[in-house]
């Protein structure tokens, strides 16, 4: 297995990157390609003393796709880019994956442009693991599609469960729509028209809604909702996982000579806790839809980051994700139907 890695994407390009790689290198049987300028790719191998890694390799390219760019804009005029030409070489077949810190909407209109999305998949969606209690929550769209229609949510739904199936090893995950009450007719007219749509679906365990304080308990394996929901779900996991750890270690440093001495006899469970909420832990979302795999990881992604989205990226590929997307989708006689949207 073959994964292209934009070495240049990210707020810590291309050290960070360059240095997760050399980690996932170590850590997994794939081969990487680091898609960059060579001389800085090059020197940052030096630096880790990692220049004769066998599995790593280098493609160089003369252009970087800045976060502040327009996405279309930018893909259509630096073709030379590490990101385009990243996702160029899974297009040709020469990659099995890309995997990028660059900014996301450039990633998401790359993969669209060069690598397509399935048939029958009108648009992608960016599928981002949370932590719940016993394991992990599937959450998609968190930003891909800020304008969800109903058609869109469905296909959210089964290439969701898919994923969770084949990649996570979850049996028959269960499927729950984000509303803001478990009722069937709660919510707004787009969630009420989709709710039925799911209920028909016989290739998804659907559960019926799903409000937000069930996201972290693990009531759903899945849970789907309009991107720009999902993005604002996201950010505010995110920044609540930070702010609980930064008040536990306040309270700790201010607690006195019993608050530390406590802290030390339950410190193995605080760094356990810690690593739960870790979102370097569970490296990047995957783009679902495209046909190839695309993983898409956070602007400001460390070496840990990057590791693990190589492996999330490793996964992929071995779960056969993309194919069984497109038979499921094939399958699913109500996606092939017109239905009616708003």
């Given at each position: 297995m073959k994964l292209a890695v934009d070495a240049m994407g990210g707020d810590y390009a291309p050290k960070q990157i360059v240095m997760g790689a050399i980690e996932a290198a170590k850590q997994y049987d794939c081969e990487i390609v680091l898609v960059g300028d060579q001389e800085q790719i090059e020197a940052e191998l030096r630096a880790n003393d990692a220049q004769n890694i066998k599995n790593i390799s280098i493609h160089h390219t003369t252009q970087v796709i800045e976060m502040g760019?327009?996405?279309?804009?930018?893909?259509?005029?630096k073709k030379d880019s590490s990101l385009v030409v990243a996702t160029r070489l899974v297009?040709?077949?020469?990659?099995?994956?890309?995997?990028?810190?660059?900014?996301?909407?450039?990633?998401?209109?790359?993969?669209?442009?060069?690598?397509?999305?399935?048939?029958?998949?009108?648009?992608?969606s960016i599928a981002t693991p949370l932590p719940t209690s016993d394991g992990l929550v599937l959450l998609l769209d968190s930003g891909a599609i800020?304008?969800?229609?109903?058609?869109?949510?469905?296909?959210?739904?089964?290439?969701?469960?898919?994923?969770?199936?084949?990649v996570y090893g979850i049996k028959n995950p269960k499927v729950g729509l984000l509303n803001v009450g478990e009722e069937e007719t709660k919510g707004n007219k787009k969630v009420q028209t989709t709710y039925p749509?799911?209920?028909?679906?016989d290739s998804i365990n659907f559960i019926g809604n799903v409000e937000g304080r069930d996201i972290p308990t693990g009531m759903a394996d899945v849970?789907?909702?309009?991107?720009?929901?999902?993005?604002?779900?996201?950010?505010?996991?995110?920044?609540?996982?930070?702010t609980l750890l930064d008040l536990i270690k306040d309270?700790?440093?201010?607690?006195g000579v019993l608050a530390r001495l406590g802290a030390f006899l339950v410190m193995p469970a605080l760094?356990?806790?810690?690593?739960?909420?870790?979102?370097?832990?569970?490296?990047?979302?995957?783009?679902?839809?495209?046909?190839?795999?695309c993983i898409i990881c956070h602007g400001s992604?460390?070496?840990?980051?990057?590791?693990?989205?190589?492996?999330?990226?490793?996964?992929?590929?071995?779960?056969?994700?993309?194919?069984?997307?497109?038979?499921?989708?094939?399958?699913?006689?109500?996606?092939?139907?017109?239905?009616?949207?708003?």
């Open positions: 760019e327009h996405p279309v804009d930018a893909i259509r005029k297009k040709s077949g020469e990659c099995d994956g890309v995997v990028s810190a660059g900014s996301t909407g450039a990633a998401t209109a790359a993969a669209k442009l060069l690598l397509r999305t399935i048939k029958g998949v009108d648009r992608p800020v304008d969800s229609k109903p058609r869109d949510l469905t296909e959210m739904a089964l290439m969701g469960s898919i994923y969770s199936q084949y749509m799911l209920k028909s679906m849970v789907i909702c309009d991107g720009f929901v999902g993005n604002i779900v996201l950010k505010f996991a995110e920044g609540l996982a930070v309270a700790i440093k201010n607690g760094k356990k806790l810690g690593k739960r909420l870790d979102v370097t832990e569970y490296g990047g979302a995957p783009l679902l839809g495209v046909n190839g795999c992604s460390t070496a840990k980051s990057i590791c693990s989205a190589i492996n999330v990226a490793n996964e992929y590929v071995k779960g056969d994700v993309v194919e069984r997307i497109r038979d499921s989708i094939e399958k699913e006689e109500m996606l092939k139907n017109d239905s009616e949207t708003i």
